[in-house]
């Protein structure tokens, strides 16, 4: 059980395009969803978080309008790199909450590299 | 600042062998204790949590133990395995708020 999917796995990308990325809970409703950013041999970085039919809460120092984060249903949150630019490169991971206190499931993560 | 401060930052150890990597916080609010295992090009795997309303939790080879006054926590892996090659992650979680905080990683090696 607790199962959380991502897609795609990794993904590719030139300079000024946008990429959509989708975290879906497979086998619980996920009341919230977290993003996280992880740099190669670094812990993760909570960009925002989601809930179902709300606004994102992004963390200090992440553009909103550069990661938008939309969390459609209890089973599905997408972040879309908008503009993406080369520093943008990164993991990206999803997790997903089924709101009993605090657990988290995560995804196996996005590798995206922007050229 | 909220931190989780975990070490050490990288450990070897033989097969067979106890593994241990510790986390400190500073936080008395945190109530939530969780290590996640992540192996490379992986999102991070729930491995076990603890609540500070006990002293240790054991699953099979894994056993968290806690001490609330010093504020710290520790992940112990019995008979550590070369699959057990991974980087670990210890957070803690704060009542009201579902956002985790997490440290910095340990990367652990076993050799065969």
């Known amino acids: 059980g607790a199962v959380v999917s991502q897609h795609p796995s990794w993904v590719i990308c030139k300079s000024g395009t946008s990429v959509k990325i989708e975290c879906r809970s497979l086998?619980?409703?996920?009341?919230?969803m977290f993003w996280y950013r992880q740099f190669p041999k670094q812990s993760l970085m909570l960009m925002a978080t989601?809930?179902?039919?709300?606004?994102?809460?992004?963390e200090q120092g992440v553009e909103k309008d550069k990661f938008l984060i939309n969390h459609a249903s209890l089973t599905l949150s997408t972040l879309t790199v908008t503009s993406a630019h080369p520093e943008d490169s990164s993991f990206y991971i999803c997790?997903?909450?089924?709101?009993?206190?605090?657990?988290?499931?995560f995804g196996p993560g996005t590798r995206l590299t922007v050229t | 600042q909220q931190q989780v401060k975990q070490s050490p930052q990288s450990l070897i150890v033989q097969k067979g062998g106890i593994s241990i990597i510790n986390c400190a916080y500073e936080?008395?609010?945190?109530?939530?204790f969780p290590w996640y295992q992540q192996f490379p090009g992986k999102g991070p795997a729930l491995l076990i949590a603890?609540?500070?309303?006990?002293s240790e939790k054991k699953e099979g080879r894994f056993t968290i133990s806690f001490n609330k006054s010093a504020k710290q926590f520790s992940l112990h892996i019995m008979d550590s395995q070369p699959g057990d090659s991974a980087t670990y992650f210890c957070?803690?979680?704060?009542?009201?708020?579902?956002?985790?905080?997490f440290g910095k990683g340990t990367k652990l090696t076993v050799n065969p």
């Open positions: 603890i609540r500070p309303d006990v």
């Open positions: 086998d619980f409703q996920a009341t919230t």
């Open positions: 936080n008395t609010a945190f109530d939530y």
């Open positions: 997790s997903a909450s089924p709101g009993s206190f605090y657990e988290q499931y």
């Open positions: 989601s809930n179902e039919g709300s606004k994102a809460t992004y």
């Open positions: 957070a803690a979680g704060q009542g009201g708020s579902e956002k985790l905080v």
